[in-house]
């Protein structure tokens, strides 16, 4: 689970090298805690597995100072207007749910009881948003909810080959473990130097394209947005990859529901056109704003997005 940028790493061979962030790992970023995690989980019917997640959550979050400072500053901004009793419970609410989703994407092997996990689609109809145009759909999604199982959801919903755009593990173990199973969806590595050719490809044989879009990369192609009172830095990419396609965008989210199921939230589909990327980036920005807003407790960002920026 990336977290926070505790250093930077430079590409070397350019004259032009900038610094990029070498995210943080946690202590239980390895392959041996997610191996007793995949075999807890797999032995465990839903109703106990979440349960025991829960209870996992509460026992190691004090493990996690720094997160939990990090999620505690994160909370105090977007929920200003909560009194310090009710932050510290989104604080807690932060780790349970994200304990909960982590637990469900384990067992998303289970094919039988992935299809019960989906409560509902809102906004389906956006996933044909370019059909007539055959120019392919790139879905925007964030660290809100449960992004990994969106994707697999997704792509038995859209009908259409879907790749998955992710950020290498350093764990090459845990990529397999995560990554490494039969997938309705094919995962492409951001990190490869000629990532991007495939997904243009890709987009113009009418195919889905998931990418993150909340998280800066650390490089020239991140740019400063207004979010919740104060600049942050957002990733242009996917709109770049969108003019250059002419494939529509579409903002996606994996919410919880009350009952745990996951309702997929679809918004408005968005066509960027000549020059248009960043306004378009800052009506993603909105949208996403709003979404974190609604679901303070599902915002799954161990690090503090704004401060990269002012790094920088």
């Known amino acids: 689970m990336p977290a926070t940028p505790a250093r930077t790493r430079r590409r070397s061979g350019a004259s032009d090298a900038v610094e990029r962030p070498a995210w943080y790992t946690h202590r239980l970023n390895r392959a041996g805690s997610y191996r007793v995690a995949h075999a807890v989980a797999g032995l465990l019917p839903r109703p106990v597995r979440l349960r025991a997640a829960a209870l996992a959550a509460r026992v190691l979050t004090p493990w996690f100072g720094a997160e939990r400072a990090v999620v505690r500053a994160n909370v105090a901004r977007i929920a200003a207007d909560s009194t310090p009793r009710a932050q510290a419970a989104l604080v807690r609410a932060v780790f349970r749910n994200f304990a909960i989703c982590f637990a469900d994407l384990l067992s998303t092997n289970r094919e039988r009881e992935v299809a019960t996990l989906l ?157 248009g990327e960043r306004a378009a980036l800052a009506h993603w920005v909105s949208v996403l704003e709003s979404m974190v807003r609604r679901h303070p407790d599902q915002w799954f960002t161990f690090f503090d997005p704004w401060s990269q920026l002012r790094a920088g």
């Open 119 to 275: 409560a509902r689609v809102e906004g389906e109809e956006q996933l044909g948003a370019s059909s007539g145009r055959r120019r392919g759909l790139i879905v925007l999604t964030a660290h809100l909810g449960n992004w990994e199982l969106a994707g697999r959801l997704l792509a038995q919903r859209a009908g259409r080959p879907t790749h998955v755009v992710v950020a290498a593990e350093a764990d090459p173990q845990v990529e397999r473990m995560l990554r490494g199973a039969a997938s309705p969806v094919h995962f492409v590595v951001r990190d490869e130097p000629t990532a991007g050719l495939p997904l243009v490809a890709a987009l113009r044989r009418d195919e889905v394209v998931a990418l993150q879009g909340d998280r800066g990369l650390g490089n020239r192609g991140d740019v400063s947005v207004p979010f919740f009172g104060a600049p942050a830095s957002f990733p242009l990419g996917p709109f770049v990859l969108a003019r250059a396609s002419g494939a529509s965008v579409v903002p996606a989210f994996c919410i919880m529901q009350p009952d745990h199921r996951y309702a997929i939230e679809l918004g408005r589909s968005m066509h960027v056109g000549v020059d």
